[in-house]
């Protein structure tokens, strides 16, 4: 990734992805829970000669029927908010890169519609509303294979995403964020001509390019994130040595520093590093992780990371390093 393409990849692109890949979870619980339950009351009504009906428990049809409703309903807020966290994807351009490509967003067009079919239907059908010309039975359990085809389909598609994001953390500052408001996610553009600079008190401020970043020596350390939600991850950071670029600006042994975000809003654009943590040499400004150029969720172009602070002090996206 070069830093022209940056600025359309800085809405927390993998955040909504670990977002839509669990909404889809719960999205394919709800659907499995309205298409069992819904296929249970289909064949009670129209009891093939294999089916085994007991009489007992008395509640048992009911209760199924009660799941297929909570099932119906609650795929509503949960599919609203899906097409929420994936909407960039729905508008992309070109729509169709290959065929395999229109395959599957024709299943996804299927998933969505069938879905709204079904849910407007079945909720006429509780207020015994017929304003169609197809019979609703026929309508909504034929319907109900093509969704849940089209949902088996998708599944299958985005299993790779969904594998990917189960198991990581949506920060619950994140998901405020992604819930809230998109305007304010702090989208930024990183030109070409992308410039780290170290201001403020010091001997000769700096504004180095990303190319001359990579020039500088490179250390290489393992540090965790560690974020005050509970949960930490040890990567391999690579990249310059915050003390070297202060110290050839000439900044003093005891100043504080602050490092800032490109991000324009944000309670975490900004930290304070003071002397313990710039002066330590396994405090870098990270360019590699893990070997890899940062992602833009990671922080690209260039990172703070430091041994021993929280997670919301490793500021990503630094553009400036101000001395006071
Ligand atoms: N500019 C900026 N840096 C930031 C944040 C942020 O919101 N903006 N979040 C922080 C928090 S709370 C954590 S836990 C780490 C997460 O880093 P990661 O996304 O690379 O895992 O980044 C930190 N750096
Ligand atoms: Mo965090």
């Known amino acids: 990734m070069n830093p022209s393409t940056i600025s359309a990849r800085f809405t927390s692109r993998l955040r909504s992805e670990q977002v839509a890949a669990k909404l889809g979870v719960w999205l394919g619980v709800s659907f499995t829970v309205a298409f069992v339950t819904g296929l249970f009351s289909h064949f009670m009504q129209h009891p093939p000669a294999w089916l085994l009906w007991p009489s007992r428990p008395v509640n048992l049809y009911r209760f199924t029927q009660g799941l297929h409703v909570i099932g119906g309903i609650a795929t509503v807020p949960?599919?609203?908010?899906?097409?929420?966290?994936?909407?960039?994807?729905?508008?992309?351009?070109?729509?169709?890169?290959?065929?395999?490509?229109?395959?599957?967003?024709?299943?996804?067009?299927?998933?969505?519609?069938?879905a709204l079919f079904q849910l407007v239907t079945g909720a006429l059908n509780i207020?015994?509303?017929?304003?169609?010309?197809?019979?609703?039975?026929?309508?909504?359990?034929?319907?109900?294979?093509?969704?849940?085809?089209?949902?088996?389909?998708?599944v299958a598609n985005e299993w790779a995403k969904v594998r990917r994001n189960l198991w990581t953390h949506v920060e619950s500052q994140e998901r405020r964020r992604l819930l809230l408001t998109v305007a304010a996610a702090g989208v930024t553009t990183v030109p070409d001509g992308y410039r780290l600079l170290v201001t403020g008190a010091v001997r000769t401020p700096a504004s180095l390019g990303y190319a001359d970043l990579l020039r500088l020596p490179q250390h290489t350390v393992r540090l965790p994130i560690a974020c005050v939600e509970g949960w930490s991850v040890e990567c391999e950071w690579t990249g310059v040595r915050l003390r070297d670029l202060l110290l050839s600006a000439g900044a003093s042994p005891d100043a504080f520093v602050v490092v800032e975000s490109l991000e324009r809003a944000g309670g975490y654009r900004s930290s304070e590093v003071r002397p313990p943590h710039w002066s330590d040499p396994l405090t870098l400004l990270a360019l590699r992780i893990n070997g890899e150029t940062l992602s833009a969720d990671h922080g690209f172009p260039v990172r703070l990371i430091a041994p021993n602070r929280p997670g919301v002090l490793q500021t990503k996206w630094v553009k400036e390093v101000k001395v006071t």
């Open 127 to 154: 207020a015994y509303l017929y304003p169609y010309p197809f019979g609703f039975l026929q309508a909504h359990y034929w319907t109900a294979y093509v969704v849940y085809g089209a949902l088996l389909i998708h």
């Open 78 to 114: 949960l599919l609203l908010a899906k097409l929420w966290a994936v909407h960039p994807k729905l508008w992309q351009w070109p729509p169709f890169r290959s065929a395999g490509h229109a395959a599957e967003r024709l299943c996804v067009l299927l998933l969505v519609a069938g």
